[in-house]
């Protein structure tokens, strides 16, 4: 009689084979499962930094905004008249820290502004006459420049007591 033949080695063979479907199955599943709860975990941190992020952005959105409403309330900006320099008939350099004495005040109100919030690359003020002035000073690209016309200035007219932002 062979050794494979006997019923205990039968009876091994299949015990072994029970236990290494069993073994393969726990730790199939087991795998699967700790895969799933990675993953979970993964997309419950993410969302939470996400949601992290788009407080951050919107606070410091909130503070720019605030910090633009007060800029837009002070003397300096409410006294724009005739006086500031329009480029609708000439373009070239820029001169507001040279021309009348409101634009002089209003550049300098712009540059100390500008100044001291470094994440500000450009501020700008549109008046229905058609006067503009920037900080920082650029030249002008081309023969003229009207504010009035460029969608900043037709977005903050629909509505002018507060600040809006285009659509991103």
Request: negative net charge; proline residues 5%; without cysteine.
């Given at each position: 009689?062979?050794?494979t033949d006997s019923i205990a080695f039968k009876?091994?063979?299949?015990?072994?084979?029970?236990?290494?479907?069993?073994?393969?199955?726990?730790?199939?599943?087991?795998?699967?499962?700790?895969?799933?709860?990675?993953?979970?975990?993964?997309?419950?941190?993410?969302?939470?930094?996400?949601?992290?992020?788009?407080?951050?952005?919107?606070?410091?959105?909130?503070?720019?905004e605030q910090n633009l409403t007060y800029?837009?309330?002070?003397?300096?900006?409410?006294?724009?008249?005739?006086?500031?320099?329009?480029?609708?008939?000439?373009?070239?350099?820029?001169?507001?820290?040279?021309?009348?004495?409101?634009?002089?005040?209003?550049?300098?109100?712009?540059?100390?502004?500008?100044?001291?919030?470094?994440?500000?690359?450009?501020?700008?003020?549109?008046?229905?006459?058609?006067?503009?002035?920037?900080?920082?000073?650029?030249?002008?690209?081309?023969?003229?420049?009207?504010?009035?016309?460029?969608?900043?200035?037709?977005?903050?007219?629909?509505?002018?007591?507060?600040?809006?932002?285009?659509?991103?």
């Amino acid at each position: 009689m062979k050794l494979t033949d006997s019923i205990a080695f039968k009876f091994s063979a299949a015990s072994g084979a029970a236990l290494a479907v069993t073994v393969l199955l726990l730790t199939t599943v087991g795998a699967l499962n700790v895969r799933h709860q990675a993953v979970d975990e993964f997309e419950q941190s993410s969302h939470a930094r996400i949601v992290q992020a788009d407080e951050s952005l919107d606070v410091s959105f909130k503070e720019v905004e605030q910090n633009l409403t007060y800029l837009t309330q002070t003397a300096q900006l409410k006294a724009a008249d005739q006086s500031v320099t329009d480029y609708l008939n000439h373009g070239g350099q820029m001169t507001p820290d040279k021309n009348g004495e409101i634009e002089k005040t209003i550049f300098a109100l712009l540059k100390q502004f500008g100044d001291t919030h470094p994440n500000m690359r450009y501020l700008d003020i549109g008046t229905h006459w058609g006067g503009y002035v920037q900080w920082p000073i650029e030249s002008l690209n081309g023969e003229h420049y009207d504010p009035r016309v460029r969608p900043w200035y037709q977005l903050a007219m629909t509505a002018p007591d507060r600040v809006v932002r285009p659509a991103p």
